[in-house]
């Protein structure tokens, strides 16, 4: 049980274009979900938190009109690159927090964002 | 200084040896992750503790609060095994994770 999946796993978009990237939990309902970005040979860094019906909170330094998310519903949360650039080039990872434990995580499998 | 730290950053062993991979933190924390990133990149969380010790199969996971230290253990270790492991930490009571930057381990045949 508690499987997040992420669509797609892998996209390859022009520079100024948007990229939609979808993190769902299959077997679970997320109130909260979490949007990470790693850059190679970086550790994971919270882009935001994405809690269903409520607007997202960003972290420092994340611009909220750039990377847009929806979470909305109780097993979807989306992810937006909006005016994509090379420098977007990165692994997005989403996480949702699990039925049990507010601590427990569960992790999509990443989705490989080049922008060209 | 990163709030979370790991040590080796790589380690290199021979399949059966006993592996140990440390994570020290420098804040006060709700639970701690061990996470398994394999090369294509996918994410898998192996233990979430916030005191004593946990054991699952091979790996063992311990935590010491009072002196803000995890270690993860594997034992007769495998060319499987070989991944990024990663510490990762909830600082206070958030549901927020900070994340160590890994430990690169290559198991050889």
């Known amino acids: 049980g508690a499987v997040v999946s992420q669509h797609p796993s892998r996209v390859i978009c022009k520079s100024g274009t948007s990229v939609k990237i979808e993190c769902r939990s299959l077997?679970?309902?997320?109130?909260?979900m979490f949007w990470y970005r790693q850059f190679p040979k970086q550790s994971l860094m919270l882009m935001a938190t994405?809690?269903?019906?409520?607007?997202?909170?960003?972290e420092q330094g994340v611009e909220k009109d750039k990377f847009l998310i929806n979470h909305a519903s109780l097993t979807l949360s989306t992810l937006t690159v909006t005016s994509a650039h090379p420098e977007d080039s990165s692994f997005y990872i989403c996480?949702?927090?699990?039925?049990?434990?507010?601590?427990?995580?569960?992790f999509g499998p990443g989705t490989r964002l080049t922008v060209t | 200084k990163n709030e979370v730290e790991q040590s080796p950053q790589n380690l290199t062993a021979q399949e059966g040896e006993f592996i140990t991979i440390n994570c020290s933190y420098s804040v006060g924390i709700s639970a701690l992750h061990w996470l398994q990133q394999h090369p294509g990149g996918g994410i898998v969380s192996l233990f979430m503790?916030?005191?004593g010790k946990k054991k699952h199969g091979r790996l063992i996971a311990t935590i010491n609060i009072q002196e803000k230290h995890s270690s993860l253990h594997i034992t007769a270790s495998h060319p499987r095994d070989s991944a990024v492991y990663i510490c990762a930490v909830h600082p206070g009571g958030s549901e927020k994770l900070v994340f160590g930057k890994g430990t690169k381990l290559t198991v050889n045949p």
């Open positions: 503790l916030s005191s």
């Open positions: 994405s809690n269903e019906g409520s607007k997202a909170t960003y």
């Open positions: 996480s949702a927090r699990g039925p049990g434990s507010s601590y427990e995580q569960y």
């Open positions: 077997d679970f309902q997320a109130t909260t």
